[in-house]
């Protein structure tokens, strides 16, 4: 048991893996390796625990997101763009809120359930679990895709860690 409202691990998976490179672009977002990271492992993992997409109708499953830092890649290229007086591309608009990208794997699985993004103030895992028990617990949703993700100080992709919660057993 994770917490108190009897969460269980369903499935995982991280990114980085064995043998994995950089992760798939994602079509409408650019320049920066954070949403293909979180696109890269939120189907790994929902993937190892349903197959092909999409879930069915009904399926009642949240996205949360937790990112200290967000897109930094993306942060930094539209202010040093807007620094020296060039103009932002409108897909940096899109992309610069990461609940995009959580939409985007919500879009894509069929999942209807809340999208959340949080920073976390302390341990983000906890901060994590803690929503999650949360949306169980006011009916909101019945399983969670939580994605820990933060993306290196260089700009490279990173690392991301989704987990799916919810009752049941791990397949």
């Known amino acids: 048991m994770i917490g108190a409202a009897g969460l269980q691990v369903l499935a995982e998976a991280r990114w980085p893996e064995v043998g994995d490179a950089a992760p798939a672009p994602v079509p409408g977002f650019v320049h920066s390796g954070f949403a293909p990271l979180v696109v890269a492992v939120a189907e790994r993992c929902l993937g190892r625990r349903y197959g092909d997409r999409p879930l069915p109708t009904g399926n009642r499953t949240a996205v949360v997101l937790i990112s200290a830092s967000g897109d930094r890649a993306s942060a930094e ?43 976390p103030t302390g341990d983000p895992w906890a901060d994590g679990i803690a929503e999650a028990e949360l949306l169980r617990y006011d009916g909101d949703a019945h399983e969670v895709l939580l994605v820990l993700v933060e993306q290196a100080p260089d700009g490279t992709p990173g690392e991301a860690v989704a987990v799916l919660l919810g009752e049941g057993t791990r397949q």
């Open 77 to 119: 290229h539209v202010r040093a763009t807007v620094a020296g007086g060039g103009r932002v591309g409108p897909l940096f608009f899109f992309q610069s809120v990461p609940n995009s990208v959580a939409g985007h794997v919500a879009a894509r699985w069929g999942l209807d359930g809340p999208v959340v993004c949080m920073s």
